[in-house]
Each structure stands twice: as C-alpha cells, then as structure tokens.
C-alpha cells in the first residue's frame, strides 16, 4: 500500500509530465491497435483469395488474366503503397496474371487505353478522375464495342471514390475499402452501368459514369479547400463569403432534350429447348409452301424536341447508377434544374449538403428524364463543368445516355442491399 501511496504522490506532484505520457501512451496504444486490426482484415481477406487459388482448372482454361491501371499520385501520392499492401497480395494469392500499369501523368491513362490488348478483366486502381479517364479511352477505341465488354474493377485508392458507394459496402476503414473491392472481383458478381456521352463541337467525347454538375454550388466546392485553416467551418464560410462577392450567383441556359426510350425486356435467362426433328421438318416445309406475310414497315414518328429557357443556380444531369440493380420501365438520364429563388441561409444550407453528396438535389429541384440533351449556353466562359468530379471547360455540349454499356464487379451484400431500396 505504501508503495502505491507513492506512485501516486509521484504523479500529483509531477502531474504534466504524468499527463503527457497518459496522452503519449493512449495514442500509441490506438495506432498499435489499428496496425493489428488492418493486419487481420489483410490475413482474413488473402485467407479467402488463396481458396480462389486452389481450385483446380481444366486442360483447356487458362488463367485468368487481369489488366491493372494504376494512378500512384491518388490518395497524396500513397496510393501504390496502398495497393501494394492490400490489394496486390489478394490478386496474386487468386491464381490471376496481373498486369500492372501505372500512369505518369494526367491523361496519360486515356491513351493507353489505346494500347490495350487482350485481357480477361480490366482493374482501375484509383480514384474519381482516374476511373473517368479510363473510361473515356475505353470507350473512344475503334473497336469499342468488343472491349466494352470487359468486366471492370474498380479498387477505389483516390481521395474521391464516388463509384464506390454503389458497388461496395460503406465503411470508414480504408484498409477494409480496399480488400472487399478486390475480393469482388474475385467472386465475379457483375452489375450493368449507364453511361453518359458527353460530345462538344471542339473535341472528342467524355464519358462519364455519374453525371454532370454546372452552377455556383459546383464553383463553390472547388473553392472549399482554400479555407482549409477554418477546420469544419471551411464549408459553410466558402458558401458565405461566395454571397459576398456575387449574389445571386443565378445561371442562364437553353436546354432541349427528348424523351426517355422504352426499355426492350430482358432476355430469358434459361434457354428454350431445341423441338425436335419432326416438328423442324414439317415447319420448313409449311414456310415453303406458304411463306409467311411480310408485315408493312412500322412508321417511325419524327423526333419531338422539349426545349426551355432556365435560370438556376445549378444544372446536374446525372445517371442512374446510383442504384443500377432498381427495374426501371425507361433508359433515361436525369436532368435537375435548382431554382434561382434561394435565399442566402438556403444556399448555404444546401451546399454544405451537396459538398458531401454532390449530385443530391433540394426539395424544390425541378426534375426532368430524358434520353439525349443540348445544352447550349449563352457565351463563352460561363464557368467550368465537374464530369465526374473532373474540372472541364464550359461550353454547349449534347449529352446521351449509353444505357447499360459498361459491366462493372459489384460485392453481392452491395447488390442485396440496392434490390431492397425503394
């Protein structure tokens, strides 16, 4: 008891120094925590990968063969450590022939979709923007119709990862993010993804998975960053001081867009049976005695434009691939017109919203579906466009939907969770 007596006489009296080292040793106890944590999720999910592995192939297959592009400057520059650590061991433990390729540069990843050769499954390793370029090289290629069959991974490395949330389980632990997502691609369960071309009178088409953003809540949140020094006010004082210096930050535009198109039913997914000899036999017979009718040519009515004048503070036109696995009678993109009548408390409320999830919309959006858009603005330089959290310049631009046009690998609880949304 005595000796307890003193070690508490000790750190009353030497309280700061004894504060420090509770606070030292908390936080070291936390990280070593951590460290052990990610260890076991890494431990659990190559455990899983080499039972991929060991399961024994045919004469005639071959291994699969998986083309990884990598952007190393994701994440702040550590997103090939971090692929290196927790996605690569995975890959390699499945029996794939992995082939890596990092990019250099930005853009770069787009031309080398133009090189790409065969390959059993394509992996982007990245984020946002390097999702968005492979996609654009892809779907640029010549032969585009053949390789955009390709099922695609997505390990999501960047400081972005929009996609992710409709393909994987939401969680906060990065190293969990990014061995699930790889174990996806394992187990090979695939979702159809709409994809939106975006094609201006300069240059080739962008295509984009999410949508388009052009307002002043979009030109708010790249701007959010610089106040960096205000912690978690830096959002709302980017909306308030954007008031000071232009109010109403309201935009002008001519819209036009057609109607969304029936979507054809799916294909049955069980074949029907060959009928037999006899019955093939006697039909050929009875199309060659009495050839079937043919039936007058079905009269395509002509193209009936919507047009309209807006105002708003911000025009979003955006896919449905937030939940791709939901039926849905039409193949239509979604245009989101916010009104121009916000109040300054209300922009800032709904902006701060929107940082988060940046193609929500208010309650009073006026929502529009339509299957092709032109979008003509009043003059140069009316701002920037985000395509996919990617800054392009804003000019008049015509975007179509592609429905379904991308396969992308999805975790089965994901897909489960989207079949019981509304």
């Given at each position: 008891?005595?000796?307890?007596?003193?070690?508490?006489?000790?750190?009353?009296?030497?309280?700061?120094?004894?504060?420090?080292?509770?606070?030292?040793?908390?936080?070291?106890?936390?990280?070593?925590?951590?460290?052990?944590?990610?260890?076991?999720?890494?431990?659990?999910?190559?455990?899983?990968?080499?039972?991929?592995?060991?399961?024994?192939?045919?004469?005639?297959?071959?291994?699969?063969?998986?083309?990884?592009?990598?952007?190393?400057?994701?994440?702040?520059?550590?997103?090939?450590?971090?692929?290196?650590?927790?996605?690569?061991?995975?890959?390699?433990?499945?029996?794939?022939?992995?082939?890596?390729?990092?990019?250099?540069?930005?853009?770069?990843?787009?031309?080398?979709?133009?090189?790409?050769?065969?390959?059993?499954?394509?992996?982007?390793?990245?984020?946002?923007?390097?999702?968005?370029?492979?996609?654009?090289?892809?779907?640029?290629?010549?032969?585009?119709?053949?390789?955009?069959?390709?099922?695609?991974?997505?390990?999501?490395?960047?400081?972005?990862?929009?996609?992710?949330?409709?393909?994987?389980?939401?969680?906060?632990?990065?190293?969990?993010?990014?061995?699930?997502?790889?174990?996806?691609?394992?187990?090979?369960?695939?979702?159809?993804?709409?994809?939106?071309?975006?094609?201006?009178?300069?240059?080739?088409?962008?295509?984009?998975?999410?949508?388009?953003?052009?307002?002043?809540?979009?030109?708010?949140?790249?701007?959010?960053?610089?106040?960096?020094?205000?912690?978690?006010?830096?959002?709302?004082?980017?909306?308030?001081?954007?008031?000071?210096?232009?109010?109403?930050?309201?935009?002008?535009?001519?819209?036009?867009?057609?109607?969304?198109?029936?979507?054809?039913?799916?294909?049955?997914?069980?074949?029907?049976?060959?009928?037999?000899?006899?019955?093939?036999?006697?039909?050929?017979?009875?199309?060659?005695?009495?050839?079937?009718?043919?039936?007058?040519?079905?009269?395509?009515?002509?193209?009936?434009?919507?047009?309209?004048?807006?105002?708003?503070?911000?025009?979003?036109?955006?896919?449905?691939?937030?939940?791709?696995?939901?039926?849905?009678?039409?193949?239509?993109?979604?245009?989101?017109?916010?009104?121009?009548t916000l109040g300054v408390g209300q922009f800032i409320i709904a902006g701060t919203k929107k940082a988060d999830e940046p193609l929500t919309c208010t309650e009073n959006a006026v929502q529009t579906e339509a299957s092709v858009c032109h979008l003509n603005l009043p003059h140069e330089g009316a701002g920037f466009y985000d395509i996919d959290n990617e800054e392009f310049e804003a000019m008049a631009v015509e975007v179509r939907l592609l429905p379904r046009k991308l396969r992308f690998f999805c975790s089965k609880e994901r897909r489960e969770e989207l079949a019981q949304e509304d």
């Amino acid at each position: 008891m005595a000796r307890v007596m003193k070690v508490v006489r000790t750190l009353r009296n030497h309280w700061k120094k004894s504060t420090f080292a509770v606070c030292v040793l908390s936080y070291g106890g936390h990280w070593l925590y951590g460290k052990h944590c990610d260890n076991v999720l890494r431990r659990e999910a190559c455990q899983e990968a080499r039972e991929f592995g060991q399961k024994l192939i045919g004469p005639q297959e071959e291994v699969k063969k998986a083309t990884v592009i990598l952007n190393p400057a994701a994440s702040r520059g550590k997103a090939n450590s971090l692929f290196e650590k927790n996605a690569a061991p995975i890959l390699h433990l499945a029996g794939v022939e992995v082939k890596i390729v990092k990019t250099d540069y930005e853009g770069q990843a787009k031309k080398l979709m133009e090189l790409l050769e065969h390959t059993d499954m394509l992996i982007v390793a990245g984020g946002d923007g390097t999702l968005q370029e492979v996609i654009t090289g892809l779907l640029r290629r010549t032969d585009e119709e053949a390789f955009s069959k390709l099922p695609i991974g997505f390990i999501p490395l960047g400081s972005h990862n929009s996609l992710s949330k409709t393909l994987h389980l939401a969680t906060d632990d990065k190293v969990k993010r990014i061995t699930s997502a790889t174990l996806s691609i394992l187990k090979g369960e695939t979702v159809p993804l709409d994809v939106l071309q975006i094609q201006s009178g300069k240059e080739q088409p962008v295509f984009a998975l999410l949508g388009l953003r052009w307002g002043a809540f979009r030109d708010v949140a790249s701007s959010i960053s610089k106040y960096w020094y205000l912690g978690p006010l830096k959002t709302r004082a980017a909306h308030w001081f954007s008031t000071l210096r232009e109010w109403p930050q309201t935009r002008h535009a001519s819209l036009s867009y057609l109607h969304p198109v029936p979507r054809p039913p799916e294909p049955p997914t069980d074949t029907p049976s060959r009928p037999s000899l006899l019955y093939r036999i006697y039909r050929r017979l009875k199309n060659y005695w009495r050839p079937p009718r043919e039936e007058p040519p079905v009269e395509v009515e002509p193209e009936s434009w919507e047009e309209k004048q807006i105002s708003t503070m911000e025009l979003t036109i955006s896919t449905h691939n937030r939940n791709p696995v939901k039926r849905r009678e039409d193949d239509s993109l979604v245009l989101s017109v916010e009104p121009d009548t916000l109040g300054v408390g209300q922009f800032i409320i709904a902006g701060t919203k929107k940082a988060d999830e940046p193609l929500t919309c208010t309650e009073n959006a006026v929502q529009t579906e339509a299957s092709v858009c032109h979008l003509n603005l009043p003059h140069e330089g009316a701002g920037f466009y985000d395509i996919d959290n990617e800054e392009f310049e804003a000019m008049a631009v015509e975007v179509r939907l592609l429905p379904r046009k991308l396969r992308f690998f999805c975790s089965k609880e994901r897909r489960e969770e989207l079949a019981q949304e509304d």
